[in-house]
């Protein structure tokens, strides 16, 4: 019996080594050109406004899938926009256990999984802008940690790359950080 299904074998694998010799490349794409295919426009970043500074009565907490870490992450709800661009914007402000504050001025792309830092904040309640600022990678090593978190569980429609409405946005936030609402309508 085990010599019939061996014999079986070498004779499958032999024929399907013929039909690869006559045709190399079984995956070619069709070369032709679709006609009919509307043409995708070049996506350009829309214009912006750096938000007030935040005030403490607008942040929002939010969890950061960072173990260990001492710092607590706050969106400023009245910071957050979506702009035509599909760019999520938004002030964050990263606490340390002694009080400190980091704050930025973020956009987030749902659809490029990127990031960008505008602005950073100043002591003394002014944002100061950051000259070339470049889009960057929301995950690997040299991604802060709230950037992916806001991307993946905040921010975009899972497996759609878009961005919820910003009312769904605090939402989320909210719930996943265990205040208000029901986990169960956590995903609009």
Known sequence: MRRSIAAALLLLAASVNA???D????????PKIREDLPEVPEWSEGGYALPPYPDDDDLVEFSVDDPGSP?????????LSIGEDEVVRYTVVIRSPSG????????????ERLAKVYAYGSGRGKFH??????WQPTHGSRAAPHHKDLREFYFCVPNQHIPYE???????LRIRHGRGGDPATFYP
Do not use: H, Q, T
Not at 23 to 30: G, K, L
Not at 71 to 79: E, I, N, T
Not at 129 to 134: E, L, N, Q, T, W
Not at 166 to 172: E, G, P, Q, T, V
């Open 166 to 172: 910003a009312d769904d946005i605090l939402r989320n």
């Open 19 to 21: 039909d690869a010799r």
């Open 129 to 134: 802008p950051v000259p070339g600022a470049k």
């Open 71 to 79: 710092f607590r992450y706050f969106l400023d709800a009245a910071s």
């Open 100 to 111: 400190g504050n980091n704050v930025s001025y973020e956009g987030i792309r749902c659809n």
């Open 23 to 30: 045709r190399p490349f079984i995956d070619e794409p069709d």
